[in-house]
């Protein structure tokens, strides 16, 4: 056995988790990488030092989108619009349905990063950063930390999978939440939900043959009425 190698090896591991703690973390760039890329690497078995990487490339992608949006902003002020909360008044929504679950790479994967991205890109002092849900059969919120590793996060939204959409359900969800933290209409965030727009019907009701159906309205009419 060569241990002079395995020696080696370690000074190299130990050399660069100290670059990666570094000013060096700066210069991994994560400009032609999509945020899904770096969440389906780090769900495989990434080594601690590649696990380390992926965690500074998704902080530096953060950094590339911010830095973007700061840009956009910048651009529209300049051109006399008004721009209003950007992105600090935003819940993103993940489809976790079985119809996103096709596809290299999957809807499903897609999803579930961009919403822990967009979540992730508020100041940190707004009320709704790290705040996003999942929704399947079961809405489900989640509110993530700074001190959670990537792979923690991107596993608690994808921790419930279904077949159903039921789209109704976590816009009740979200009607309750803000009437429980009493959230003014004018404070109401936008909703960025990524799906593929297969949602359960919102007014359909069982009913035998010769029984009288309800008159179908759209998903739009339903939210109207509920918000």
């Given at each position: 056995?060569?241990?002079?190698?395995?020696?080696?090896?370690?000074?190299?591991?130990?050399?660069?988790?100290?670059?990666?703690?570094?000013?060096?973390?700066?210069?991994?760039?994560?400009?032609?990488?999509?945020?899904?890329?770096?969440?389906?690497?780090?769900?495989?078995k990434p080594s601690t030092a590649e696990r380390k990487i992926l965690n500074v490339l998704w902080e530096n992608k953060k950094t590339d989108v911010r830095k973007h949006l700061a840009e956009m902003k910048a651009a529209m002020e300049?051109?006399?619009?008004?721009?209003?909360?950007?992105?600090?008044?935003?819940?993103?929504?993940?489809?976790?349905?079985?119809?996103?679950?096709?596809?290299?790479?999957s809807a499903y994967e897609v999803a579930a990063a961009l919403t822990l991205m967009t979540a992730e890109l508020p100041e940190p002092d707004s009320p709704f950063y790290g705040?996003?849900?999942s929704f399947t059969d079961v809405p489900t919120f989640f509110k993530f930390t700074d001190d959670q590793d990537l792979r923690a996060r991107i596993s608690l939204i994808k921790s419930h999978v279904g077949y159903n959409t039921n789209f109704r359900l976590a816009m009740e969800s979200l009607l309750k939440l803000f009437i429980e933290n009493k959230v003014e209409e004018k404070d109401f965030p936008r909703l960025l939900v990524f799906t593929d727009g297969q949602f359960d019907a919102m007014n359909r009701t069982t009913s035998g043959w010769g029984a009288a159906q309800p008159e179908w309205t759209t998903h739009h009419e339903e939210l109207m009425k509920m918000y």
């Open positions: 056995r060569d241990w002079s190698s395995d020696v080696c090896s370690s000074d190299l591991r130990g050399n660069l988790m100290e670059m990666l703690e570094g000013a060096a973390a700066a210069k991994l760039s994560a400009a032609t990488l999509e945020p899904h890329e770096i969440t389906v690497k780090i769900m495989g300049a051109d006399g619009k008004e721009v209003e909360k950007m992105m600090s008044y935003i819940i993103p929504m993940a489809d976790m349905s079985g119809s996103m679950c096709g596809g290299v790479p705040l996003c849900m």
